[in-house]
């Protein structure tokens, strides 16, 4: 690969001054004049009519100012109709929005809050999918598959599968795609050993450090602005005009920086806050409580996943059987296509037949979580695959290897895969020093192999550079800075233009005046910004080139920059300042167009990234508890652009395959409530259960991405359960096939 002079470099984040010394301003800390505070009111049942929604005492609360239901929202946003919104005529989940309270203070909202009297007339609810799949279970309301499909293809989560097969499905069943390939009863008959086992994921909340949040107002013109802590500002703009039923322009969107999203932080209380200050005319702050987010919002799916497989003594996989059941909550929008295209796609085989359905239940809706869908179809997999192995008595790596997809491979949709790192990533585990020092095992300790990929999102986008009269480049962007994108977009403008770090800068552009650019989810925004950043920078140069070109009296072809000038190649006396160039462009009578990069790209081609994983744990063969006693994660990025961006990124996402793995899951009752919705009971990830990891950067540059980069935040996450789940099984000699392996669970497969 050739050299660079600031790609590849482990280069500070941009924005890592403001945050740690708190200087970072987010939604929560907006406070606009006038402004009002907004309580939710939410639901006490998961399925309910609502005969009645009294405010009077919630409105004779000192420092009450309103008391807002679904049928006040309607005048203002004709086009209300989802939970996102307040709950009309029934509410459909346990913690649905159903009435908002507008407070001088926060606490007199709060106050009112609890002063409302719902009259519910409770219903019989649907809380577990497989029994909301039964003919005799309550229908749960009616999908809008529409938003829900715009919603999923944001994270990459639909495309490529089949037509809905025509057969008559159960009623809360919104959703049934059906991938075969050859005949998987033959594949089975074929078959020297069949795994067959069910595997179940629970609800797994992203839980970010900040909760949601949104500020809108209504500027003296009558045009509505809203500020909010949003993955993708493009997305609050379009969905929030259609809600309220006025055109896209007419709303002015500015995305705070975000105090973690993982995928959840889309869309969700734009277009209620915006109607919000509609009706009040003053500026309305939303912002929910660790319960209230816990309680009203998009976890990941819980899945049950049914998994028969075969394969022949000499490690030929000859058979894969599935059914995936993703419980999708009140409205529809599971990642079940991923999970299905994933469960099949990384190990050739010629017979499969696997079969999602998508249930509605009386629960909050889901949404993306990280790699949306791709840790579910894995853990059921990979299990598998590790289980294969040891009954023929083959090495974990090695019958990966026999068996791993390549390019040119068939998915279970029938596309082939693209380039793609599983092989490289599996080599390079095989290759560390680790994998055989591990074999090595004390009592109780186990091993445990698996891989993951995604297959990465497109999307177009657009970037545009200004030359400064300091000299500096300005790079404006419509996409939002989750994960340190703006400091790789820094060092791709500095590489592509010639000019120092130091003199780029990039800026994140409200909704009126910042280029398009996709949502930050689906691994897709430095694989498809970034070649329009590219562009753009390289653009800006090639006009300051020509304006040197015309005041030395010299050809394009001889210039350089370096520095901060441009120089004739050899004569290093024949120059000029960058300065000089930029003012002879922006002065009063100027012979020069000012300086001004585009860049557009409209990426069709996926980039998927692989990663492969290896852990050691400790089980107490007594108590059941498991302990990991190191971690080693190997991935395909294309090209670092940022290695410690990159590395922190895969520990970031390793750590949330541990949650995965041994301490989250959303626990519901019978009648749908939710028991654990605050951080002392919702178990996460901490610097005690999460050992160390060791990161090993392969990169197998892809065809668009720039310099070959490849979108780096989803893979690390998605063989993290079975990695462990694996360990596990190695060290106990018991399988256990529920997230999250709790000891209790362990104990209880060793028999005890």
């Given at each position: ?191 020297d050993h069949v795994v067959e086992r069910t ?120 058979a894969i059987q599935a059914k995936i059941v ?125 891989v993951g990929g995604w297959l990465m999102g ?295």
């Open positions: 690969m050739a050299a660079h002079a600031v790609l590849g470099q482990s280069i500070a984040r941009v924005d890592g001054r403001e945050k740690v010394t708190g200087q970072t301003r987010y939604t929560g800390d907006l406070h606009l004049p006038g402004m009002l505070y907004a309580k939710l009111v939410l639901s006490q049942h998961a399925r309910a009519r609502i005969k009645g929604v009294d405010c009077a005492a919630a409105r004779q609360v000192p420092g009450v100012v309103d008391v807002v239901t679904a049928r006040d929202i309607l005048a203002v946003a004709p086009n209300a109709k989802d939970s996102m919104l307040l709950a009309l005529d029934t509410a459909t989940f346990y913690g649905q929005p159903v009435a908002a309270v507008l407070g001088e203070t926060e606490a007199a909202a709060e106050e009112g809050a609890a002063a409302v009297v719902v009259d519910y007339e409770p219903l019989p609810a649907a809380v577990e999918a497989l029994a909301a799949m039964r003919p005799d279970a309550p229908e749960v309301k009616e999908s809008d598959s529409e938003e829900d499909d715009a919603l999923a293809q944001m994270h990459a989560t639909v495309g490529g599968g089949p037509e809905q097969p025509k057969r008559e499905l159960p009623r809360n069943v919104t959703t049934a795609p059906l991938f075969q390939r050859g005949d998987v009863e033959a594949g089975f008959r074929a078959a595997y179940r994921t629970m609800r797994v909340h992203q839980s970010y450090m900040e909760t949601q949040g949104a500020v809108a107002a209504v500027d003296p013109l009558g045009r509505l602005q809203v500020w909010c802590s949003t993955q993708s500002m493009f997305t609050v703009r379009n969905s929030t005009a259609r809600a309220l039923g006025i055109p896209d322009t007419e709303i002015k969107v500015t995305a705070m920086p975000i105090g973690g999203g993982f995928g959840a932080k889309f869309l969700h209380l734009e277009p209620l806050a915006a109607a919000l200050a509609l009706k009040s005319q003053r500026p309305v702050r939303l912002i929910l409580t660790r319960t209230d987010d816990y309680l009203s919002t998009t976890p990941a799916p819980e899945s049950i996943v049914e998994l028969k497989t075969g394969v022949k003594n000499d490690g030929t996989i000859t993703m419980d999708s909550g009140a409205y529809g929008g599971t990642p079940l296509n991923v999970a299905c295209l994933l469960l099949g796609g990384y190990y050739r085989c010629d017979n499969l037949a696997i079969e999602g359905y998508e249930v509605l239940t009386n629960k909050p809706q889901v949404g993306a979580y990280r790699a949306p869908g791709a840790p579910q179809g894995t853990f059921a997999i990979e299990s598998n695959v590790s289980e294969m192995a040891r009954l023929i008595g083959m090495d974990q790596i090695e019958f990966r290897l026999k068996n791993c997809s390549v390019e040119g491979d068939p998915l279970p949709n029938g596309d082939p895969w693209p380039s793609i790192g599983l092989q490289e990533c599996l080599e390079a585990l095989r290759a560390h020093p680790s994998y055989k020092e591990w074999q090595q095992k004390g009592e109780g300790e186990g091993v445990g192999v698996a497109v999307e177009p986008s657009a970037a545009t550079c200004r030359l400064n009269s300091d000299g500096t480049l300005s790079v404006l962007l419509g996409s939002v800075d989750l994960t340190g994108t703006n400091t790789a977009f820094t060092q791709i403008a500095a590489e592509a233009f010639g000019l120092p770090l130091e003199k780029i800068k990039v800026i994140a552009g409200d909704s009126d005046a910042a280029p398009y650019a996709g949502g930050a989810g689906g691994s897709k925004i430095t694989y498809t910004v970034g070649p329009s950043v590219q562009q753009a920078a390289a653009d800006a140069r090639q006009q300051v080139l020509a304006i040197a070109a015309d005041m030395l009296e010299a050809s394009v072809d001889d210039l350089e920059i370096v520095g901060d000038e441009v120089r004739v190649k050899g004569v290093p006396d024949q120059k000029k300042k960058i300065t000089e160039i930029a003012g002879a462009s922006m002065r009063f009578g100027g012979r020069y167009k000012p300086v001004t990069g585009r860049g557009q790209t409209a990426t069709t081609q996926r980039a998927p990234g692989f990663a492969a994983h290896l852990a050691k744990v400790r089980v107490d063969p007594d108590t059941g508890e498991a302990k990991l006693l190191g971690y080693v994660a190997v991935q395909d990025v294309g090209f670092a652009i940022n290695p410690a961006e990159v590395k922190g990124q895969i520990h970031g996402g390793v750590a949330q395959g541990i949650g995965w793995a041994m301490l989250e899951g959303q626990v519901f009752d019978e009648a749908g409530q939710m028991l654990n919705p605050t951080l002392m009971d919702y178990a996460l990830p901490n610097s005690t259960n999460v050992p160390p990891i060791d990161v090993v950067i392969v990169e197998k540059p892809s065809e668009l991405g720039p310099f070959g980069a490849k979108g780096v935040g989803e893979p690390p996450v998605i063989p993290g359960a079975a990695t462990v789940a694996n360990a596990i099984a190695d060290a106990s000699g018991a399988r256990v096939t529920d997230l999250p392996i709790t000891a209790e669970r362990i104990a209880r497969a060793l028999g005890k």
